[in-house]
């Protein structure tokens, strides 16, 4: 396997952001994120009111990298088996016989994944977490890459569940979609008027591209101040008077390495604190809890107390 060279790295990442863009209109730095969230070899959520674009940003990713695909439309009926699989006894042969589920993709986009009871959401926590999922006693890897891209509805509507703190821990970052601003709204008024692009799409990097990107990412240099820098703000989450939890040591991993794929995207082989800074709140503010717990999480609130602390910890 060839080694990706910076120059052409540069150009792969900038095709894939292009063609995303190319059909999520005005929803350049949530393309952005989400790249970051792929490039790090982790899991994203999206969420906001429906009809944004959340499953439309998850096909466009998907489909703008060679591989399968599989979308899963979370509902209160969906089981644990129709996501994983199942073993199926087969009378010929006496034995019974492990029959793969959707998940067993490249991209699983998981559709509304707040409308199935947490039991069903559980299916995705060993995916998530270790690349592979166990029936019956045996163990089944999943393809590489693997990464779950799920969408969300705002947990006050109706017939949503709210995601277990497990089950959230799982996910790189959270990000909100924000209604489009109006001229990109008209543009979509007109490329929308003789069908959906997305599907249309051709993909412009294959798996074995992303695997190697993603083991460029990981090299990424991290200077000794930088960890600091981290360490500082994690461990004042810990001591912070509005928070019953703080960010856990997984979540400093993971802010780690989603700064270090921030750093790659913008074609730097180090990481700078605005790296880290500008993805501390779609990283962090879901893994912390507040001292006065509110249902389903009170986001902004949570959000304020990350902004605070960023704003408060002194950057190298």
Not at 129 to 138: F, I, K, R
Not at 229 to 252: I, K, N
Request: charged share 20%; aromatic share 6%; hydrophobic share 40%.
């Amino acid at each position: 396997m060839n080694e990706i060279q910076a120059p052409d790295l540069e150009s792969l990442i900038t095709r894939l952001e292009a063609n995303i863009s190319a059909v999520v209109l005005g929803k350049q730095e949530v393309a952005r994120q989400c790249l970051v969230a792929l490039l790090s070899g982790e899991h994203v959520l999206l969420e906001d009111v429906p009809g944004v674009g959340k499953t439309l940003m998850g096909k466009a990713l998907s489909r703008s990298v060679e591989g399968e695909f599989c979308r899963l439309q979370f509902t209160p009926d969906l089981l644990p088996s129709d996501i994983v699989g199942s073993s199926v006894f087969n009378s010929q042969t006496q034995e019974f016989v492990f029959h793969p589920g959707p998940i067993f993709s490249n991209f699983v986009l998981a559709d509304e994944i707040n409308r199935a009871p947490p039991r069903t959401q559980s299916a995705l926590l060993e995916a998530m977490s270790d690349g592979q999922v166990s029936v019956d006693g045996t163990t089944h890897p999943l393809p590489r890459p693997f990464m779950v891209i799920a969408t969300q509805n705002p947990f006050e509507f109706e017939g949503t569940y709210v995601l277990p703190e497990s089950q959230l821990d799982r996910f790189l970052l959270r990000i909100t979609m924000g209604y489009p601003d109006r001229e990109y709204e008209q543009e979509i008024l007109n490329s929308h008027r003789m069908g959906e692009p997305v599907e249309s799409l051709q993909s412009v990097v294959d798996r074995t591209m992303i695997e190697q990107m993603q083991v460029a990412a990981r090299n990424v240099s991290v200077e000794p101040a930088i960890s600091q820098y981290l360490l500082d703000v994690v461990h004042a989450t810990r001591e912070s008077s509005e928070l019953a939890v703080g960010v856990s040591t997984r979540g400093l991993l993971l802010w780690n390495r989603a700064a270090q794929a921030s750093a790659l995207i913008a074609g730097r082989d180090y990481v700078v604190p605005d790296d880290a800074k500008d993805l501390a709140l779609p990283v962090l503010a879901h893994r912390v809890m507040l001292q006065s717990v509110v249902p389903g999480g009170d986001r902004s609130a949570s959000e304020s107390v990350i902004r605070q602390i960023i704003d408060t910890v002194p950057a190298p």
